[in-house]
């Protein structure tokens, strides 16, 4: 006989395991924040006790998930680099980083791989160009995929439910008229295929992207942060058509029935 669970009528869990839930929230919780937490402000956001979350926060430091500095506790990237040892990333990245390599010496510019994690983009790779003078996005980096020109390509090429998941996971979730524009937004993406935008992050640079297609849907996104510089080997719109052509070349070499990332 199934009992009910503390979570109430609703909570379908056959076992509760509330040790490892109390680790789990500690690293949910310092995975969607930008600035260190202290013990205090753990202890506040997941309403336990000190008692209750000392040891837990002791044993992830020890075990290297989360560090302390002088200002609180932050997420290592230890967990990113075991989600890297899954074999269907590993698969996205042998089959990419060649292709990066390629892409990056034939248009004199940086390019970074990234995949869908939670509502937010996470990149897993990058190549770095052999001119002078360029920019890169470190690997581990993450934003929400509404705020990105190559996130909303990402939430552009997925099914209605998965879009309706992610979605929820907005934190803070978005106002109808907001939602309603990234609707929009990822129309126009589908359409052409690709981003082209202005970087919201750095005036004068401009964010080219393209989708990794696995069974009709995005797994991954390949951009390349353009940089006018007065020396690059190729224009704008080449640098595009050598991105588009790299990362149809990677879909083509995915396998097609696998549909984990």
């Known amino acids: 006989m199934v009992t009910e669970t503390a979570g109430g009528a609703d909570d379908k ?9 109390k680790g789990l929230d500690i690293l949910e919780l310092l995975a969607a924040e930008d600035q260190p937490l202290t013990m205090s402000a753990i202890v506040t956001r997941l309403g336990r006790s000190t008692g209750e979350l000392f040891r837990m926060i002791q044993v992830l430091e020890h075990r290297g998930y989360v560090a302390q500095g002088l200002d609180g506790y932050v997420m290592t990237p230890r967990l990113f680099h075991l989600g890297l040892k899954r074999p ?15 892409l990056a010496d034939r248009i004199g510019q940086s390019c970074y791989l990234a995949i869908p994690s939670g509502a937010a983009s996470s990149v897993i790779a990058r190549m770095e160009a052999s ?9 581990g980096h993450r934003r929400s995929l509404h705020e990105t020109p190559s996130g909303v390509l990402l939430y552009a090429f997925q099914s209605d439910a998965t879009r309706r998941d992610w979605e ?3 934190h803070p979730r978005l106002s109808a008229a907001d939602l309603s524009d990234l609707v929009a937004r990822a129309q126009v993406v589908r359409d052409q295929g690709f981003v082209r935008a202005d970087s919201p992050e750095l005036v004068g640079m401009v964010e080219l992207a393209a989708p990794i297609m696995r069974c009709g849907r995005a797994c991954a996104v ?31 070499q995915l396998i097609g029935d696998d549909t984990r990332l």
């Open 13 to 21: 869990r056959l076992y509760r395991a509330p040790a490892l839930e």
């Open 88 to 102: 269907p990333v590993r698969s996205l990245m042998e089959q990419a980083l060649p292709e990066m390599r390629g």
């Open 131 to 139: 001119t002078a003078i360029g920019f890169s996005v470190r690997v």
């Open 168 to 170: 929820a996971l907005f």
């Open 222 to 252: 390949l951009t390349v942060p353009f940089v006018h510089l007065t020396d690059a080997p190729v224009n704008e719109a080449e640098a595009l058509a050598q991105l588009c052509m790299t990362a149809e070349y990677i879909s083509s």
